[in-house]
């Protein structure tokens, strides 16, 4: 037990922020912590509310889906998690919700478009929404397929540049170089996605950043030579 | 008065998360908790504030409408929670609120579309909306046949399935095997209503959940192979 | 100073809750409470914070706007309020927010139609709009001439069922037969404008409620049989 | 470090009001605090949580830039703020945010158009919006370049009178004659923007502010028969 300990002790204190940061509601949603040292990931349990949550309810995992600590069921989508884990190379947390806008776009099956420098600090280009998956997808093993879907819209993007996606008719995962990280990019996320939802209003006809502010801003905070922080 | 005490306070307990999650305002809304063994509900009283609700204060009816114990007189739409305890069997919560985007599409008279998995994970169709009441039952006994109202629309539908509907023009009830349950699902019902008036506003054309994944979605968390929770 | 304490410390406190119900930032809105007695009103000091203000900074006028007691300035639409205690007799409350959505509706000029039952609880009409102000009335007596515009709007409409309306251009004036009851009015009516406003999303043809269940829900809190609250 | 302290404190507190006033998330936005006589500003750090925040932690930079006190980077953004300050006499505060609405304006690339008094209030003509940055700006000083491009945007318009004003694709710029009006500004903003969003949703082609009730309004709080607050 004592091996995973500050693993599973930085899950639940993720976990705990999701409906601080109103990103979901009851039990939606769910936060995973993975030392690429020991190859596992600590995780959510199934249905198990945020306020009754403790580092000792978290369940460990190996990237084969097997429970190496733990004495509950992981969250329902611990095998889209440890997807994302296998593919992208760097990754040390993963994050679900169903927050209300970034839901809602997911919902339309549509990618969420760069309209401003909110977004363009985080990435530079819009925020992908998969394909909607096939029938036969569906009814297999339906949570790695979902990985699966995650990491097919990711041809040709750098999930280390891009940390956010849309699951068609789902709703948003993100990850980052720690857990964390995935969970800012979930409220980054879900912020970005009201704006959008908002000028789309204002001018359904409203045009995309254009690409000399999308690399500014991006660059500013990402780049070799970036000077925003400390 | 003790044979009704844990009635009585689960049914001030549920009243009491009305606002806390964000519901309703004011005196707007109301839950009861049935026994099915004493075949009786208790419900809030008519127009008393929320803050000022004590387990004493509940008022304990039978499924004729008559109170067997409570000095205030009954939420007025007492007669429409005891048609659908009649009505519906296994269900031991109802609630009714006034909440701002299921209200809204009440309003509007159109039933919530099934757009995503947040909606497929509790129930496998569009939330039902009642045809708009005839000028004869709103005439007659007004709360007891808007219950009836609600039990027509679900006519070919499950309420064991599909624990939710909107009265149209009016607002939204649901219900459950515990009052904790039916609140849930009002506070759940609010969210979907939220995501799809925000999907159509993103899409008007946006199109229903595919079959498989509703199936999936609702299979996982209900059916008899489910894998969510503990 | 002790003749008007009750009033004032009346004032005082309802003026508090426009915060608090979200009805309005910094400064914006006031609340006056008037007691038919003496004939004289307590209103909310012009530009003073809501955490700032005691019973003692409130300002007592009589309906001719002569102060007769407190040392500060009174708000700078005193004499709308002056106007609507001197034209409709027996309401002794008003307030004026700027809340977002009944602020929306009024910039649009437009009333705001009965869409559900919960408007319906309220008032049997649609909110009434005033006309946009004429250039004379708005260069001589501005605020005097706000309550004559709302005074006019309400030729044929009682003001003792009909407690609230939009000032086109500007925001919502609400009444009642005390000051909690009128900024209670404040708090329904931001909810009937958000919930109308997103009903027309959901539907832009969306039609009125039909009269008999605008009569049943007006008649069962207020009419000569209302069986509503205890 | 002594002769900056009450600045960097009064930069300090109105930093930390921009989360409370919910204009921004994480480390998004920024306050400066001026001091005319020592012609200097002290500025939030870059990247550092509001909750983190200290007054020993702000950043004192002169009107070329050049940090005069403080162990941290500056805000990225604090060559724009020191360009308005350059520009525009009598101002003793800039302000930052990404608040949703405005932002979603922005984005839009949309002046706010003056559809009501809550708008009159604060100014007297519509929140303009600067054009988009030409590309030799963006890769050239860029920081700079923004506020060349606000000053470039008020030519003709009295910055002492509108203080405020929308970056096109970026988001609101506010100042004032202190932080803590230049703040509120901002708030007054965010509202507005709300509003005509609301606004336009319910009447598309709704119709400004007819110009005898915005010089009325904007008269009577800040014309020199001013007669609103104490």
């Known amino acids: 037990m004592t091996a995973y300990k500050a693993l599973k002790e930085e899950a639940c204190r993720q976990n705990k922020m999701i409906p601080k940061l109103g990103l979901a509601i009851f039990t939606f949603g769910n936060v995973s912590a993975f030392d690429p040292d020991k190859a596992v990931f600590a995780i959510k349990p199934s249905g198990v509310p945020y306020g009754e949550m403790t580092p000792e309810s978290m369940v460990v995992m190996d990237l084969d889906n097997t429970v190496v600590e733990g004495s509950l069921r992981p969250s329902s989508d611990a095998k889209t998690h440890s997807a994302l884990y296998r593919a992208f190379p760097g990754i040390n947390g993963v ?136």
Chains 1, 2, 3, 4 share one sequence.
């Open 95 to 230: 994050v679900h919700t169903h927050s209300t806008c970034a839901t809602a776009w997911a919902q339309a099956k549509r990618p969420i478009p760069i309209l401003g420098t909110t977004h363009a600090d985080h990435l530079a280009c819009e925020v992908p929404c998969t394909a909607p998956m096939r029938d036969e997808m569906i009814k297999g093993d339906y949570e790695t397929e979902t990985g699966n879907q995650i990491i097919e819209a990711f041809r040709g993007i750098s999930p280390q540049e891009v940390e956010m996606v849309l699951v068609a008719c789902h709703g948003p995962f993100t990850w980052g170089k720690s857990a964390e990280k995935a969970l800012y990019n979930s409220a980054v996320l879900e912020e970005i996605a009201k704006m959008a939802l908002f000028s789309i209003q204002i001018d359904p006809a409203v045009t995309p950043l254009k690409q000399s502010l999308i690399d500014k801003h991006y660059q500013r905070k990402h780049g070799a030579t970036a000077y925003y922080g400390q």
